[in-house]
């Protein structure tokens, strides 16, 4: 339709992509057998079957076991250029990816070994679509902030090529306060700083994101809709919320894309931008969110404009950069 070729000649920024997310089952498969490793499915069928979630841990647990095929530099490298193909293809012209270094250095797997795979298709993207691309290092929030620190001090040779680092994994009972100090030294770094809150969490998790840690963005945020106050302050301080709306669905987050809050954000005055958080896990990447979500809430296209302009403006590239995208 005409509203499908609109989205995907939309140039837009991709600002909540998970990379161990986009991990197709075909690369699964072809990953373990390159690595010798057995995977509890038979088949790309039985994989996808297994994508039934009814809450965020249900995910996690199978995105967590899903990523331990990835072994070598290579592997990394593979994964991303998969990614960066087809968000080049859905009109992605900027990508803020983030990676979650202790799901595998927990395994054995150097620190270099993932990034230096992630660096090289990144620069790959570069010069094969002409995307730009920075990296977004992720502290899982169910283990300690002493590992988290650990993981910053790994990064140490390389923070000149991490924009920003990031907080997920299980939400509820890890709220941000737990991570105050590993935050504040990467402030220090010069390192900006994302953080997911309000997906399973309370209002009160954005509450410190913004005050305890100093957040520049939110990725997803949905529950800030319950806290009128919370709304508004977002909304002045113009703080840029990473919206996932098929991961919203299938993690039930949102009983049903027709009442997904997209719209009602935009209308408060809220910087919401469109994600895919993890594609391969949640049945579509960016342009399949864009198309989703505009087919349940009967977006048009200024709607569209909008969040295709805010996932610029919201976006870690500096101000001339920004400038030249609007
Ligand atoms: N890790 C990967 N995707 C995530 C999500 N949607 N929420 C929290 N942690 C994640
Ligand atoms: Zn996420």
Known sequence: TDLDSFISGLPKAELHLHIEGSLEPELMFSLAERNGLAIPYATVEEVRAA??????????????????????RQDFHDLAAAYFARAAADGVIHAEIMFDPQTHTDRGIAFAEVIEGLLSAMADARAKFGMTTELILCFLRHLSEEAAFATLAEAEPWLDRITAVGLDSSEVGHPPAKFAGVFAAARQKGLKITLHAGEEGPPAYVYEALDLIGADRIDHGNRAMEDPGLVQRLSSEEVTLTVCPLSNLKLCVVDDLANHPIDRMLEAGLKATLNSDDPAYFGGYVGDNYRAVARARGLGREHLVMLARNSFTGSFLPPEQIAVHL
């Open 51 to 72: 994508y039934a979630f009814s809450n965020l841990q249900d995910f996690l647990d199978i995105y967590y076991a899903g990523a331990a095929v990835l072994c070598t």
